[in-house]
């Protein structure tokens, strides 16, 4: 009887674990072919994009009208950027295929600029023609490429999790067509970047450029330790390291680092005239003594002790007792808005807890700034009429093609909120609109 | 008997609150702490400099106690009504006018916001005519705790959940490094999301299939510290040891032969700092 009882148990306990497994097995299924799915959608989606950018391109360059050209451009503008999106999909983290993103991102750049320019006053050049043309018979080879790719997927029913895999194993000797695939289209890709350089088509999507302003003499490693010594206020040698940038940073630096109890210190020198470029000091920070304002102070005293010279405030702001500062540079009333210097201090004590001055470094130059050739009244006549314009600056500011102008800068309001509007100083174009926020509803109680 | 006695303990009690709270605060004269107020500050003097700019009929946003625009241009047109030098910053004198033009009721509206009622200061109504009820959600939580804004400053462009989401990615994938070494990953998702060949948005940069370990085993999930929040505060306001860096790999387990020939720029805690 035990014996038979004891069959039963077993035999129930069997059968519901296999069922349970079986459910298991179709729930990861499941899942899996969720997110094969989205793969999937991922890539078919990007052949599509690439297909259509071919088609609007071609159909471009038959255009003559400008009244159409401009929505053109923000056609093709749009679909890059679905396009981008959907390789930001694709699980190529590993596999090299951002030239193809730097390609897409460059025609974005281009159609944009194109579609936002006057184009009866300014209209596309014989080079800008010629790199259009260029632009139709590359993305018509990418088209190819990844259409040829694409059908081998559908008819061998390849799967991206398997591309996945193979990706993760690094297995060299695993067939996978679809990773084949891709590499040709990068391979297509990076034959054109060369030609495309000085096609206007290249370069503005990165701000990024070389360091303007970094003066004085090339500094050796005991120099940068002793002159971060200084800076960081120690006096002994212990718990302070320095390290050499490697060949892949934009210019050599120094690394300095600092540790002392639960106080660490972290700064990035120049080799060049040794000028600190990002400073950062970890320490609890305790109750707030002193103010905002205070904060503030110390702050500025601090860039003059460090020659930063005609800095003046641009922005403050509170986070967690810690006052963070940005300061502009400010050339007879003129101020830089690229040339930005951030400065973080503790509102417990006044202690300095960093500094940023890479955008200085940057941006900084000795600039001739020309006189406004329009008033600040025909300037503000250009804004809309339903900004009530509160207060005026003159700034020069990086526009949407990544150059330099002079521009008037106006706050206004409308209703509650804060809008930051530059006017070319010029001609009187409207170069910018930004809405102020900054602030935000409290959503966890206490942040 | 008992019934008596009930009412006797309750007045007591009332008594010994009252000495004790005017043992502990004296009725200040001057309600504001004499720090100078300008703008991005937070806490109980920029609640006040809100509420008496509204008693005056300067400020018509929310109570909120943080210094953002809209104060900036209530402050700004009360020092030009009241003939004071304009630049937005509420220093002695810009508070002593605004003392003498306003009153200030101090415990009403820290209760109002404690309560996250919905309210005004307007002078001349009478306050309880400027109040609605509390909403359901706001009641409950820690009670007692010291006067919790209900804004907070956030910086341009991005939300307290942007914040989040990235302290959530910053946690999971380097929570045992250095502060800076926090910071330089926060700083690589951003860097990211200004590269063309990267998703041109946060959760687009974390989320992207394969990019981030602790997004494909779940560790991104655990629950942030403040070190890793602050570190990713200190990222989006400008910081970048790692000298615009786009990847990151730990040389003891990363797997892909692929990453090591990347340029290389530094090495901050485990991490090494690739373009």
């Keep these: ?447 | 008997m008992t019934y008596v006695r009930v009412p006797m303990i309750y007045i007591m009690i009332c008594f010994m609150f009252l000495a004790l709270y005017a043992s502990i605060s004296p009725k200040p004269v001057n309600a504001f702490s004499s720090q100078v107020i300008q703008q991005g500050a937070v806490g109980d003097d920029v609640i006040e400099l809100q509420a008496r700019l509204q008693y005056v009929g300067y400020y018509n946003g929310k109570i909120d106690g943080v210094f953002g625009w809209g104060t900036y241009w209530a402050l700004r047109n009360f020092q030009y009504e009241f003939g004071q030098e304009i630049d937005g910053i509420a220093g002695q004198t810009t508070k002593q006018k605004l003392i003498k033009a306003s009153k200030y009721d101090e415990k009403h509206v820290k209760s109002q916001i404690n309560q996250g009622k919905k309210f005004t200061h307007y002078g001349g109504d009478n306050n309880n005519k400027q109040t609605t009820p509390a909403k359901q959600e706001n009641t409950g939580g820690d009670e007692g705790a010291a006067t919790a804004n209900t804004s907070v400053n956030v910086p341009e462009g991005y939300s307290q959940n942007d914040i989040q989401l990235m302290a959530n990615a910053v946690y999971g994938e380097a929570r045992g490094e250095p502060y800076v070494g926090q910071v330089a990953v926060a700083a690589v998702i951003l860097n990211r999301v200004k590269s063309p060949t990267f998703p041109n948005n946060v959760s687009g940069v974390i989320f992207e299939p394969r990019a981030f370990t602790a997004v494909a085993d779940g560790q991104i999930w655990l629950t942030p510290n403040d070190t890793a929040k602050q570190a990713v505060l200190d990222a989006i306001n400008g910081w970048d040891p790692t000298g615009s860096a786009e990847y990151y790999f730990n040389p003891d387990t990363a797997t892909s032969a692929w990453i090591w020939s990347r340029p290389q720029i530094k090495k901050i805690g485990k991490h090494i700092f690739c373009k």
């Design chain 1, 1 to 447: 009887m035990v014996r038979w009882i004891l069959v039963a148990v077993l035999t129930i306990g069997i059968a519901g674990t296999a069922f349970w497994g079986y459910q298991e097995h179709q729930e990861k299924n499941a899942v899996l072919i969720q997110a094969e799915n989205t793969y999937q959608r991922s890539f078919h989606e990007l052949s599509y994009n690439i297909d259509l950018l071919h088609d609007k391109i071609g159909t471009t360059l038959a255009m003559n009208s400008k009244q159409r050209l401009s929505p053109q451009m923000v056609d093709i503008w749009r679909i890059t950027s679905d396009a981008l999106s959907n390789v930001g999909q694709l699980p190529l983290g590993l596999l090299p295929f951002n030239k193809t993103e730097e390609f897409l991102s460059d025609i974005g750049d281009f159609t944009y600029r194109t579609a936002v320019r006057d184009l009866d006053s300014n209209p596309l050049s014989d080079k800008e023609k010629q790199s259009f043309e260029d632009l139709y018979k590359q993305s018509g080879k990418i088209k190819d490429e990844l259409r040829q790719v694409q059908h081998i997927t559908l008819k061998n029913n390849l799967r991206w999790m398997d591309v996945q895999l193979a990706l993760a194993n690094q297995d060299e000797q695993t067939d996978n067509t679809i990773i084949d695939g891709l590499k040709t289209v990068e391979k297509t890709v990076e034959g054109y970047s060369e030609t495309n350089v000085d096609s206007g088509l290249m370069g503005t999507s990165t701000k990024d450029h070389q360091f303007k302003h970094l003066q004085g003499d090339k500094i050796s490693e005991s120099e940068a330790l002793k002159k971060a010594k200084s800076l960081f206020n120690v006096k002994d040698n212990n718990n302070i390291t320095v390290t050499k940038s490697g060949d892949g940073s934009d210019i050599p630096t120094y690394s300095v680092s600092y540790r002392n109890g639960d106080e660490n210190a972290y700064m990035d020198m120049a080799e060049q005239g040794g000028h600190p470029l990002t400073l950062l000091v970890d320490r609890p920070v305790q109750d707030k003594q002193i103010s905002l304002n205070d904060g503030q102070d110390k702050a500025k005293a601090y860039l003059d002790k460090l020659d930063f010279e005609n800095m003046t405030i641009f922005q403050s702001d509170e986070f967690d007792n810690i006052g963070v500062y940005s300061f502009l540079y400010n050339q007879d009333g003129v101020r830089v808005h690229s040339d930005a210097i951030e400065v973080k201090v503790a509102l417990d004590n006044g202690d300095i807890l960093g500094l940023t001055a890479r955008n200085y470094f940057m941006n900084h130059t000795d600039r001739d700034i020309p006189k406004p050739e329009i008033s600040k009244e025909e300037a503000e006549d250009m804004v809309n009429p339903d900004v009530k314009i509160q207060e005026d600056f003159l700034a020069v500011i990086d526009n949407d093609l990544g150059e330099e102008v002079l521009a008037y800068e106006f706050l206004g309001t409308l209703g509650n909120e804060t809008y930051r509007i530059f006017i070319n100083a010029m001609d009187g174009k409207e170069e910018k609109v930004e809405k102020l926020g900054g602030t935000e509803i409290n959503f966890a109680g206490n942040f």
